[in-house]
């Protein structure tokens, strides 16, 4: 890949974000951490994978990211400017410079206008090519990203989901940016029609040079498609490295613990049972003192109760938060 | 031209048809509606008064028609006047939400505090009688009514992430507003629109009626009401002309509306009409379980050549084509395929689920049952199905949290399907709740029966309704997509779930519909793979995924990312839609060693070796 070596582009530090719920009329309100102690820092050009469990924060760290959503506390900058500390109008002028693409791909198109009117949109916010340009901007838009140019007129329920995601790619494209969050971009796709937008992503990525933050609970995607991967549990990020080492020998016990449960086709022969990782995610309103992953570990002793573990270092870039943290083989093969 | 715009022709002629006929009242050859004929008042319809002449001998055509001049342009104008600035407070107030929804919203909900009538006088009697106090008064009585929906619409619609796309490309909120939001609230702002119009008529009417409205001698239809009901004894058609001018005119104007709104529906949902104007299940005459005779064989459950079809107007549209398979006691058979693939439509007719439009069209599904008799599943009636379902056969269902009643407690959910199929008295069956739930893996089962759905988490859900599937011993259990929304560790440990299950009964088939292959390499000893509504491929799954016989099955293995591939096998295009099925292989414009012969006739089933089936004419070149 021709990117500059470590050229960061988007930096979040110390993010948290606290969503207070009631309970009950009167209640007192009590603190629900959806993120907490975030550092991430994206360099142009690189992917991040980000995988967890539902509720373990992933879609408000990308929403976050992105600027949509304020952090309790912590500062996001793009490009060396803070996100939360603009003016509305600076805001909205560097919102051409990231964009989105949602998980559902029925939901994030409006279904009252037609596709070139929604991929025109940000061309003409951020006045990308003059107007009279437009419409080849537009087709020149549909056909990277493998759409046929007759579907510029239709509307959105013309289309099948991978199409729509196409267009929804074809949208976020359009104000050509350095960065694009994607939630579980392929996870509501066919199989058939998910390697067709990871290969549209992988492709782009390649061409545009974009920087990627990649949500996803499909471990096997991420693997494909990142460089980076970033594991969260419970608000956290519990192990942060290089797609090689995170998943070829996972230091952290929840890491390991996703990867096994993973379905796979290649069965390992070992016995299913042995794999399941028993209980549920805790509530985050009662999150288990110390490291919140030890009321499922297989490895947890009394020492993991005491604090949270910090993310010490386990190789050049690579980093776990576990008190027994140590690269393990797993038991599911490596790729041939 | 769609039927929907059709549909809107009648209501919006006779709406225009109103419209010029009062906007042209002063150039029409009217008499004047005030010149009085004492001696012919009360003077039934004739040549010259086709409707007839008033108290006062007025002509009664030219003051209905002079008469809605008003009244529309009172209802009409305050109508728009109120939407206006009822949704714009209510976008406002919707999109920003904070201190802006307490100075838009909040405040004009004050209004509705105020008895209507109440506050329609107090205005009118301030300003005085006549038509632009009242439209000013109709205007701020129903302004709070369009805020508050337009408000509900918008908290809805600023959610959704095509809004949130907008934000993320830097778009101005006014703009979103404008070009997004309005435009998908329509359908409520238009059905409140005709609503406000129709009770704006009824109290113009009213307040003209009391004297608060247009002032005499201007006609309008409440005061002409209001007249002719004095003389009702003497002529009562006074009464009916007004009154059908304005009943009709809000009818059309209801009409409208309500086509208007699904003319601009992009989806072009129509109502699919009232459940008692659909086709019942037990509509068609099948006779009551012809017991087939069949070749004795061991197996649970047999398809043969099952077909299911959208019965559409005339022609039948065929979703599935010829399925067959079969499931032997103790087996698990996944069906694996694409959405649109039928999979989910062939596991819901085996139980008479299908929705109301779709039935099966051919083929039988012969299940053995306890009693060792064969029943073909798919000629029962609704009422010996039922009797099956539970005890012979039994579904789990994607999403769990739509499947179980939110209202009842685990519990009764429970104990009302045991009680379906056994005689049992309520300590038994409280027993043999908790017996369930701990067989189904659920922590505290003592606990979780006096719990209600939305206090389990999604896995516990999911448990939970495999309890009720179990709860009657299924001798089959047909699970559709049964992990699809679930989070890889929950998903393993529901897996996990159904094989201790398959364990504990030994006899018991499973039927297991999943479009992911690595489940299906978990957890399935036979594999069918179907696209497009027919069966491609069939065999024991190590077999079929080691060797794949079916150019799909291949790519379906090569698009998955698992392995080191740097790059992923997609298969280009998409599923056909059921209506425009290709004519030979149904695979082939997506298959990479389509020929000519493929795309003639559909493929038949052959046999690359034992136990193994396959649809395609070149297996033994390119696989």
Same mark, same amino acid.
């Given at each position: 890949?021709?990117?500059?070596?470590?050229?960061?582009?988007?930096?979040?530090?110390?993010?948290?974000?606290?969503?207070?719920?009631?309970?009950?009329?009167?209640?007192?309100?009590?603190?629900?951490?959806?993120?907490?102690?975030?550092?991430?820092?994206?360099?142009?050009?690189?992917?991040?994978?980000?995988?967890?469990?539902?509720?373990?924060?992933?879609?408000?760290?990308?929403?976050?990211?992105?600027?949509?959503?304020?952090?309790?506390?912590?500062?996001?900058?793009?490009?060396?400017?803070?996100?939360?500390?603009?003016?509305?109008?600076?805001?909205?002028?560097?919102?051409?410079?990231?964009?989105?693409?949602?998980?559902?791909?029925?939901?994030?198109?409006?279904?009252?206008?037609?596709?070139?009117?929604?991929?025109?949109?940000?061309?003409?916010?951020?006045?990308?090519?003059?107007?009279?340009?437009?419409?080849?901007?537009?087709?020149?838009?549909?056909?990277?990203?493998?759409?046929?140019?007759?579907?510029?007129?239709?509307?959105?329920?013309?289309?099948?989901?991978?199409?729509?995601?196409?267009?929804?790619?074809?949208?976020?494209?359009?104000?050509?940016?350095?960065?694009?969050?994607?939630?579980?971009?392929?996870?509501?796709?066919?199989?058939?029609?998910?390697?067709?937008?990871?290969?549209?992503?992988?492709?782009?990525?390649?061409?545009?040079?974009?920087?990627?933050?990649?949500?996803?609970?499909?471990?096997?995607?991420?693997?494909?498609?990142?460089?980076?991967?970033?594991?969260?549990?419970?608000?956290?990020?519990?192990?942060?490295?290089?797609?090689?080492?995170?998943?070829?020998?996972?230091?952290?016990?929840?890491?390991?613990?996703?990867?096994?449960?993973?379905?796979?086709?290649?069965?390992?022969?070992?016995?299913?049972?042995?794999?399941?990782?028993?209980?549920?995610?805790?509530?985050?309103?009662?999150?288990?003192?110390?490291?919140?992953?030890?009321?499922?570990?297989?490895?947890?002793?009394?020492?993991?109760?005491?604090?949270?573990?910090?993310?010490?270092?386990?190789?050049?870039?690579?980093?776990?938060?576990?008190?027994?943290?140590?690269?393990?083989?797993?038991?599911?093969?490596?790729?041939? | 031209?769609?039927?929907?715009?059709?549909?809107?022709?009648?209501?919006?002629?006779?709406?225009?048809?109103?419209?010029?006929?009062?906007?042209?009242?002063?150039?029409?050859?009217?008499?004047?509606?005030?010149?009085?004929?004492?001696?012919?008042?009360?003077?039934?319809?004739?040549?010259?008064?086709?409707?007839?002449?008033?108290?006062?001998?007025?002509?009664?055509?030219?003051?209905?028609?002079?008469?809605?001049?008003?009244?529309? $342009?009172?209802?009409?104008?305050?109508?728009?006047?109120?939407?206006?600035?009822?949704?714009?407070?209510?976008?406002?107030?919707?999109?920003?939400?904070?201190?802006?929804?307490?100075?838009?919203?909040?405040?004009?909900?004050?209004?509705?505090?105020?008895?209507?009538?109440?506050?329609?006088?107090?205005?009118?009697?301030?300003?005085?009688?006549?038509?632009?106090?009242?439209?000013?008064?109709?205007?701020? /009585?129903?302004?709070? @009514?369009?805020?508050?929906?337009?408000?509900?619409?918008?908290?809805?619609?600023?959610?959704?992430?095509?809004?949130?796309?907008?934000?993320?490309?830097?778009?101005?909120?006014?703009?979103?507003?404008?070009?997004?939001?309005? +435009?998908?609230?329509?359908?409520?702002? /238009?059905?409140?629109?005709?609503?406000?119009?129709?009770?704006?008529?009824?109290?113009?009417?009213?307040?003209? $009626?009391?004297?608060?409205?247009?002032?005499?001698?201007?006609?309008?239809?409440?005061?002409?009401?209001?007249?002719?009901?004095?003389?009702?004894?003497?002529?009562?058609?006074?009464?009916?002309?007004?009154?059908?001018?304005?009943?009709?005119?809000?009818?059309?104007?209801?009409?409208?509306?309500?086509?208007?709104?699904?003319?601009?529906?992009?989806?072009?949902?129509?109502?699919?009409?009232?459940?008692?104007?659909?086709?019942?299940?037990?509509?068609?005459?099948?006779?009551?379980?012809?017991?087939?005779?069949?070749?004795?064989?061991?197996?649970?459950?047999?398809?043969?050549?099952?077909?299911?079809?959208?019965?559409?107007?005339?022609?039948?549209?065929?979703?599935?084509?010829?399925?067959?398979?079969?499931?032997?006691?103790?087996?698990?058979?996944?069906?694996?395929?694409?959405?649109?693939?039928?999979?989910? /439509?062939?596991?819901?007719?085996?139980?008479?689920?299908?929705?109301?439009? /779709?039935?099966?069209?051919?083929?039988?599904?012969?299940?053995?049952?306890?009693?060792?008799?064969?029943?073909?599943?798919?000629?029962?009636?609704?009422?010996?199905?039922?009797?099956?379902?539970?005890?012979?056969?039994?579904?789990?269902?994607?999403?769990?949290?739509?499947?179980? @009643?939110?209202?009842?407690?685990?519990?009764?959910?429970?104990?009302?399907?045991?009680?379906?199929?056994?005689?049992?008295?309520?300590?038994?069956?409280?027993?043999?709740?908790?017996?369930?739930?701990?067989?189904?893996?659920?922590?505290?089962?003592?606990?979780?029966?006096?719990?209600?759905?939305?206090?389990?988490?999604?896995?516990?859900?999911?448990?939970?309704?495999?309890?009720?599937?179990?709860? @009657?011993?299924?001798?089959?259990?047909?699970?559709?997509?049964?992990?699809?929304?679930?989070?890889?560790?929950?998903?393993?440990?529901?897996?996990?779930?159904?094989?201790?299950?398959?364990?504990?009964?030994?006899?018991?088939?499973?039927?297991?519909?999943?479009?992911?292959?690595?489940?299906?390499?978990?957890?399935?000893?036979?594999?069918?793979?179907?696209?497009?509504?027919?069966?491609?491929?069939?065999?024991?799954?190590?077999?079929?995924?080691?060797?794949?016989?079916?150019?799909?099955?291949?790519?379906?293995?090569?698009?998955?990312?698992?392995?080191?591939?740097?790059?992923?096998?997609?298969?280009?295009?998409?599923? +056909?839609?059921?209506?425009?099925?290709?004519?030979?292989?149904?695979?082939? +414009?997506?298959?990479?060693?389509?020929?000519?012969?493929?795309?003639?006739?559909?493929?038949?089933?052959?046999?690359?070796?034992?136990?193994?089936?396959?649809?395609?004419?070149?297996?033994?070149?390119?696989?």
């Amino acid at each position: 890949m021709q990117t500059e070596p470590e050229q960061t582009l988007i930096e979040g530090r110390g993010l948290a974000r606290n969503f207070p719920q009631r309970r009950g009329l009167l209640g007192q309100a009590r603190d629900v951490w959806a993120l907490r102690d975030v550092n991430l820092t994206i360099a142009r050009g690189e992917t991040v994978g980000v995988v967890g469990e539902s509720g373990c924060g992933k879609s408000t760290l990308g929403r976050i990211m992105l600027g949509l959503d304020e952090p309790t506390t912590g500062t996001v900058d793009f490009d060396g400017r803070d996100l939360f500390a603009l003016s509305g109008p600076e805001r909205r002028k560097l919102a051409r410079r990231m964009q989105m693409v949602f998980q559902d791909p029925f939901g994030s198109l409006d279904p009252r206008r037609s596709v070139g009117a929604q991929i025109a949109d940000g061309l003409r916010t951020h006045d990308i090519v003059p107007a009279n340009e437009i419409p080849t901007e537009v087709a020149r838009l549909a056909q990277q990203v493998g759409l046929s140019h007759d579907a510029i007129n239709r509307r959105p329920h013309e289309f099948s989901g991978g199409q729509r995601q196409r267009i929804a790619i074809a949208r976020a494209l359009a104000t050509r940016p350095d960065f694009i969050v994607a939630d579980e971009p392929v996870s509501a796709l066919d199989v058939s029609i998910q390697a067709q937008v990871v290969n549209l992503l992988m492709d782009l990525r390649r061409d545009l040079n974009l920087a990627m933050l990649f949500i996803s609970h499909d471990l096997h995607v991420v693997r494909h498609l990142c460089n980076r991967i970033v594991v969260m549990y419970l608000g956290r990020i519990v192990e942060e490295g290089p797609a090689d080492k995170v998943f070829g020998s996972p230091a952290h016990p929840y890491t390991r613990a996703l990867l096994e449960s993973t379905p796979s086709m290649k069965p390992t022969g070992r016995d299913l049972g042995d794999r399941v990782l028993p209980g549920e995610l805790p509530s985050p309103m009662n999150p288990p003192s110390g490291c919140a992953f030890r009321t499922r570990c297989p490895l947890a002793e009394p020492a993991c109760a005491q604090a949270v573990p910090p993310l010490d270092p386990q190789g050049p870039g690579w980093r776990a938060a576990c008190i027994k943290a140590g690269p393990v083989k797993p038991a599911i093969p490596e790729p041939a | 031209m769609t039927g929907a715009q059709r549909r809107l022709i009648l209501p919006a002629s006779i709406a225009t048809f109103i419209a010029v006929l009062v906007l042209l009242a002063p150039f029409l050859p009217l008499a004047d509606v005030r010149a009085m004929d004492v001696p012919g008042r009360f003077s039934p319809p004739s040549a010259e008064h086709w409707l007839g002449q008033d108290e006062f001998g007025r002509d009664v055509m030219s003051r209905l028609i002079w008469g809605g001049r008003a009244s529309l $342009f009172i209802a009409i104008g305050s109508a728009l006047a109120a939407a206006v600035i009822g949704t714009t407070l209510g976008l406002l107030g919707g999109f920003f939400r904070g201190l802006v929804e307490i100075i838009t919203v909040r405040a004009s909900e004050v209004i509705l505090c105020l008895p209507p009538l109440l506050l329609a006088l107090l205005v009118v009697t301030i300003l005085g009688a006549g038509t632009w106090p009242l439209i000013l008064a109709l205007t701020l /009585l129903y302004t709070p @009514n369009y805020a508050r929906v337009v408000y509900a619409a918008t908290l809805q619609v600023r959610s959704l992430d095509y809004v949130t796309a907008q934000t993320a490309m830097g778009t101005h909120p006014m703009q979103i507003l404008v070009r997004t939001v309005l +435009p998908n609230i329509l359908p409520p702002l /238009l059905v409140q629109m005709s609503l406000v119009v129709a009770s704006a008529m009824v109290i113009e009417s009213g307040l003209s $009626f009391l004297g608060l409205g247009v002032v005499p001698p201007t006609p309008s239809w409440g005061l002409m009401i209001r007249a002719a009901r004095g003389a009702m004894e003497q002529q009562w058609l006074l009464l009916l002309w007004p009154s059908l001018a304005l009943a009709g005119t809000i009818l059309t104007f209801n009409l409208l509306c309500d086509r208007l709104q699904i003319a601009l529906d992009p989806r072009g949902i129509t109502g699919s009409g009232a459940l008692w104007l659909r086709r019942g299940h037990d509509g068609p005459p099948k006779s009551a379980a012809p017991a087939p005779k069949i070749a004795k064989s061991d197996a649970l459950l047999q398809v043969e050549d099952m077909s299911i079809s959208l019965a559409k107007g005339s022609k039948d549209i065929e979703l599935v084509r010829n399925v067959s398979f079969t499931v032997m006691p103790g087996e698990t058979r996944a069906i694996v395929g694409e959405s649109g693939s039928g999979k989910t /439509l062939s596991a819901l007719a085996l139980t008479g689920l299908l929705p109301d439009v /779709l039935s099966v069209s051919g083929g039988r599904a012969l299940l053995r049952t306890r009693a060792d008799e064969t029943v073909d599943l798919t000629r029962l009636d609704e009422a010996a199905l039922r009797a099956l379902r539970g005890g012979e056969l039994s579904m789990v269902f994607q999403d769990a949290s739509a499947a179980l @009643n939110p209202v009842l407690r685990l519990g009764e959910q429970l104990g009302e399907v045991i009680k379906a199929h056994n005689d049992m008295d309520d300590g038994a069956v409280a027993e043999r709740v908790v017996a369930l739930l701990r067989q189904v893996g659920m922590p505290d089962p003592e606990q979780r029966v006096r719990a209600y759905p939305h206090e389990l988490s999604g896995g516990q859900r999911q448990r939970a309704m495999i309890a009720v599937a179990v709860a @009657n011993d299924p001798r089959l259990l047909i699970a559709d997509e049964p992990t699809t929304a679930l989070d890889p560790t929950i998903q393993a440990q529901i897996l996990k779930l159904f094989q201790t299950l398959k364990e504990a009964t030994a006899d018991m088939g499973l039927i297991f519909v999943t479009h992911d292959l690595a489940v299906v390499a978990e957890i399935a000893d036979q594999v069918t793979v179907m696209y497009a509504g027919q069966v491609v491929e069939e065999g024991p799954v190590a077999e079929v995924f080691a060797r794949p016989r079916h150019p799909y099955t291949a790519a379906l293995i090569a698009s998955v990312p698992e392995g080191g591939a740097e790059r992923l096998v997609a298969i280009p295009g998409t599923v +056909p839609v059921p209506a425009e099925m290709p004519k030979g292989c149904r695979f082939a +414009p997506r298959c990479a060693h389509a020929i000519d012969a493929c795309r003639r006739d559909i493929p038949d089933i052959e046999r690359p070796a034992p136990g193994r089936r396959t649809r395609c004419i070149r297996w033994k070149e390119v696989t």
